[in-house]
């Protein structure tokens, strides 16, 4: 009887692939035991069929038991929160004692709420589980397995055990060939050359001083729109103190060892440096603000990971798609709540990143369609971004302040004045640092009340965000001979930043002589 177990084992596991789309999760040759999965991200479905017969009703119970163990190992395969199990056993005779309770449905939780259902099918009452679990599984039909010869169930039984043979060794091999085609190379380059430009940094001023960081490439929009466009690139090689480089590098270790590893070396810093260049583009486009770090091509890594997961869905979910969009919701989430992060870097380099995937393509790629709609994305978002970057208010208004701040250097006090007021009555969020540049225009060609005038004002926007106010309104009103204003804007620049020198040592002059 033991052939006819098998050939009953093997024509299901035949109608569960071929008719329902089930696919092997594991395999057991030895002992005629075979796992199945039917792919669903929300709710797999997995089938295990074992043959095997039991003379008692706690060596069943035993062997259910030992079910859930072997599957709590192959759990990561298999993803969704919700999981059903069919465990099926086939035996041409039942437990001699009273097991038919072990039918009804065995339910626990851990890390994934699992259900398990099992039929046993014998030669009295196989029919009827047959039709039981199709009814579980949502057949509309019962399984139907033929009544053949002997010879033709053995020719059946070693035919398809060599099927199932070759379709495992078909799974590792597509598994080793898709995750594993390059081996991480390039990462480490960039690691080491991130940290040899922050070390460089380092010793030329401070990693933290923003003059340095503009003298040694970071993105700033006015220099860039005079035509520094190799700040898009150098940007990406720079970080604002340790904790900042530590951050990204460890991301860019993990990240692009994963990257390097599916798409190999060429692919991989080809995406890494167009999805940087297209973070700083959006960053040039949407941001004002100075800024530097990897961050950038690091979200394009995940916007690689994230085209990967869209080709190869079910070996995405099965490895690293649960973690992968955690870590993006966090980081987006973390970007638009904190000020200081430049998220319109973050997400320029998650949706570049995601079209350089299509452009580039995985090694096993070759779709020229998606290929063209990867170009065309990009061509139309480099002219987007590049219109705004121009046409921005900010971006304007900045690119001004540069111009004022060198006719500043330059003695071209009158123009500066002109300039600044004619930029205050077009009205810009900027009004604070227009107003501070024509008050020093003022000083310098001796219009003191309309220096302080402007001084004044700076403070009530600003109020404790610009010490400098506070100090040269205390060296006017110490020329004008208020010496009870003086003293209260001095001691007031000095609570602010008391690191300064010229501060410190007015405040030393008026306050503890």
Not at 183 to 195: A, C, D, Q, S, T
């Amino acid at each position: 009887m033991y052939i006819s177990d098998q050939y009953k084992l093997y024509t299901l596991v035949h109608t569960l692939m071929e008719e329902d789309g089930y696919e092997i999760l594991h395999s057991h040759k030895q002992r005629d035991e075979i796992w199945l999965q039917k792919y669903n991200q929300r709710k797999p479905t997995i089938v295990r069929l074992i043959q095997r017969g039991f003379n008692w009703k706690n060596e069943l119970k035993s062997d259910m038991a030992r079910t859930f163990n072997i599957f709590e190992t192959l759990q990561r395969k298999v993803t969704g929160k919700e999981i059903e199990i069919h465990n099926i056993y086939i035996s041409t005779y039942p437990p001699v004692d009273t097991w038919e309770k072990l039918k009804e449905p065995v339910r626990f939780k851990k890390k994934k709420q699992v259900s398990m259902h099992m039929y046993y099918i014998d030669e009295e009452e196989g029919t009827n589980e047959l039709q039981r679990l199709a009814k579980a599984l949502h057949r509309q039909t019962s399984f139907y397995i033929p009544e053949v010869n002997i010879e033709d169930k053995e020719q059946f039984v070693q035919s398809y055990t060599y099927e199932i043979h070759t379709a495992i060794q078909k799974q590792k091999e597509y598994v080793q060939k898709t995750l594993f085609f390059g081996k991480p190379k390039l990462v480490y380059y960039l690691i080491g050359l991130n940290i040899l430009y922050f070390l460089i940094v380092e010793f030329n001023g401070g990693s933290m001083d923003t003059e340095t960081l503009v003298q040694f490439g970071a993105k700033y929009n006015p220099l860039i729109m005079d035509g520094e466009w190799w700040r898009l690139i150098t940007s990406m090689f720079m970080h604002i103190g340790f904790v900042h480089l530590a951050m990204n590098m460890l991301a860019l270790y993990y990240l692009g060892s994963a990257v390097e590893q599916i798409f190999g070396s060429k692919r991989f810093i080809g995406m890494y440096m167009f999805a940087g260049i297209g973070a700083g583009l959006a960053s040039f486009a949407l941001s004002s603000s100075i800024s530097a770090g990897a961050s950038g091509a690091i979200f394009g890594l995940f916007g690689v990971l994230l085209y990967f997961g869209l080709i190869h869905k079910k070996l995405f979910f099965q490895t690293m798609g649960s973690s992968i969009l955690a870590i993006i919701a966090i980081n987006l989430v973390f970007g638009f709540t904190v000020p200081m992060v430049d998220n319109s870097a973050h997400v320029g380099g998650l949706i570049t990143g995601f079209i350089a995937a299509s452009v580039i393509q995985l090694p096993s790629q070759g779709n020229r369609n998606i290929r063209r709609l990867g170009m065309g994305a990009t061509a139309v978002g480099l002219a987007v971004l590049l219109w705004f970057g121009f046409n921005s208010g900010a971006n304007a208004v900045i690119y001004e302040l540069s111009e004022i701040e060198q006719l500043q250097e330059e003695e071209e006090y009158e123009e500066v004045i002109e300039r600044t007021t004619d930029l205050l009555d077009e009205g810009d969020a900027h009004t604070a640092q227009i107003l501070f540049q024509r008050s020093y225009a003022f000083i310098m060609t001796y219009e003191y009340d309309a220096a302080l005038k402007d001084l004044e004002e700076v403070i009530e926007i600003e109020n404790e965000m610009m010490p400098e106010a506070y100090y040269n309104a205390a060296l006017l009103y110490l020329e004008m001979g208020d010496e009870a204003l003086a003293e209260e804007r001095i001691i007031k620049a000095y609570e602010l930043q008391p690191e300064n020198e010229d501060i410190e040592q007015l405040y030393e002059e008026m306050i503890e002589e």
